[in-house]
T-cell receptor
Framework: NAGVTQTPKFQVLKTGQSMTLQCAQD?????MYWYRQDPGMGLRLIYY???????DKGEVPNGYNVSRLNKREFSLRLESAAPSQTSVYFC?????????????FGEGSRLTVL | DAKTTQPTSMDCAEGRAANLPCNHS???????VYWYRQIHSQGPQYIIH???NNETNEMASLIITEDRKSSTLILPHATLRDTAVYYC????????????FGQGTTLQVKP
């Protein structure tokens, strides 16, 4: 019963370093998403992928890149990390299509940029 | 997608019904109302969604007013484990399933 798996769960970076957050789902879902959540705030959409081979910007895409590697995997890359990117990152997936907004979330990746 | 307005926080006694309101006065005819919750720092969890009719599942009931401008999530017998942030989200059917989260309501269930 893996669902949505994110790695790593914790990461500390120095300003300017790069890293990739990995996400994989085993539910054969078409759509995948990356959100960030800052302390005391709601989730904000960074990027999403409606289907394999497509990606689109969300509310806060600046400073990030994504890759939909295949149907299962959707990665988020920080090319040059900044302290403002300190946050908890959540990956989610859904079957997609009309009227099917049930998202399944991973446990989150906690990133600190010093 | 229509914007939603929720109270910042609410308290509920354990064993009693928790009624969480949500205003979405600009909702369009084809937009759905979704509810999610986030327990502590875990990933959000889907609760229920509806379009026009009231809905019920094993977790909760969703009551949508006839004009669809507001809704109420009902947890019939709240437990301490229901303490969480509850998000009311409105989205249309054609935006690929992406959800825009607001600030939500922090529900504190007390013994």
């Amino acid at each position: 019963n893996a669902g949505v798996t994110q790695t790593p769960k914790f990461q500390v970076l120095k300003t300017g370093q790069s890293m990739t957050l990995q996400c994989a789902q085993d539910m054969n879902h078409n759509s995948m998403y990356w959100y960030r959540q800052d302390p005391g705030m709601g989730l904000r959409l960074i990027y999403y992928s409606a289907s394999e081979g497509t990606t689109d910007k969300g509310e806060v895409p600046n400073g990030y890149n994504v890759s939909r590697l295949n149907k299962r995997e959707f990665s988020l890359r920080l090319e040059s990390a900044a302290p403002s990117q300190t946050s908890v990152y959540f990956c989610a997936s859904s079957s997609g299509g009309t009227g099917t907004g049930e998202l399944f979330f991973g446990e989150g990746s906690r990133l600190t940029v010093l | 997608d229509a914007k939603t307005t929720q109270p910042t926080s609410m308290d509920c006694a354990e064993g009693r019904a928790a009624n969480l309101p949500c205003n979405h006065s600009t909702i369009s005819g084809n937009e759905y109302v979704y509810w999610y919750r986030q327990i502590h720092s875990q990933g959000p969890q889907y609760i229920i969604h509806g379009l026009k009719n009231n809905e019920t599942n094993e977790m909760a009931s969703l009551i949508i007013t006839e004009d669809r401008k507001s809704s109420t999530l009902i947890l019939p017998h709240a437990t301490l484990r229901d303490t969480a942030v509850y998000y009311c989200i409105v989205r249309g059917p054609s935006n690929t399933g992406k959800l825009i989260f607001g600030q939500g309501t922090t529900l504190q269930v007390k013994p």
